[in-house]
């Protein structure tokens, strides 16, 4: 029960760095952003004012994420449980993105195994398409110009498997 503790706390240290660095990264682009203006180094010009926005935007999301997790840990995470059509799921998922993915020069694509009706489960759609998000985010933030990535869904084992 001692190696348990003692392996969770390290986790929950480990954590804890981890989110401090991913808050650290866009605050410091914010400041620096802003900083460069205030200082004429930087023109504040649409498309430099729009690269700082997107920045807060990822911070956003970062908080809104510790958000979820603190609400998960608790036992306080609401799902919201209805028959979700996957295939729709991965094609609003593909919409969202696909701005996102031809900027990056990164095709994104959707397959699958099955027909329509077998790739439907019970589920969150919300906490799905979050999940999704955050997936193909950062799938799209680590693929080379030039490269693919893929929502695919399948049947398998009695399950629907979804794999980015």
């Given at each position: 029960?001692?190696?348990?503790?003692?392996?969770?706390?390290?986790?929950?240290?480990?954590?804890?760095?981890?989110?401090?660095?991913?808050?650290?990264?866009p605050?410091?682009?914010?400041?620096?952003?802003l900083?460069?203006?205030?200082?004429?180094?930087?023109?504040?010009?649409?498309?430099?004012?729009?690269?700082?926005?997107?920045?807060?935007?990822?911070?956003a999301?970062?908080?809104?994420?510790?958000?979820?997790?603190?609400?998960?840990?608790?036992?306080?995470?609401?799902?919201?449980?209805?028959?979700?059509?996957?295939?729709?799921?991965?094609a609003?998922?593909?919409?969202?993105?696909?701005?996102?993915?031809?900027?990056?020069?990164?095709?994104?694509?959707?397959?699958?195994?099955?027909?329509?009706?077998?790739?439907?489960?019970?589920?969150?759609?919300?906490?799905?398409?979050?999940?999704?998000?955050?997936?193909?985010?950062?799938?799209?933030?680590?693929?080379?110009?030039?490269?693919?990535?893929?929502?695919?869904?399948?049947?398998?084992?009695?399950m629907?498997?979804?794999?980015?």
């Amino acid at each position: 029960m001692t190696a348990a503790l003692e392996q969770a706390d390290e986790q929950r240290r480990n954590l804890t760095a981890d989110v401090a660095h991913e808050l650290r990264t866009p605050l410091h682009i914010i400041q620096g952003n802003l900083e460069g203006i205030l200082d004429g180094i930087y023109e504040p010009t649409p498309a430099h004012i729009q690269a700082t926005l997107e920045e807060t935007h990822l911070l956003a999301r970062l908080v809104d994420d510790l958000h979820t997790l603190a609400q998960a840990e608790a036992g306080q995470l609401s799902l919201h449980l209805a028959p979700v059509d996957v295939t729709e799921l991965l094609a609003d998922v593909q919409t969202s993105f696909s701005g996102q993915a031809e900027a990056k020069g990164v095709k994104l694509t959707v397959s699958f195994e099955g027909k329509p009706a077998e790739l439907t489960l019970n589920g969150d759609a919300g906490r799905l398409d979050q999940v999704l998000g955050n997936l193909v985010s950062n799938a799209l933030r680590h693929t080379p110009p030039g490269g693919c990535v893929t929502l695919h869904a399948a049947r398998l084992d009695g399950m629907v498997q979804i794999q980015v």
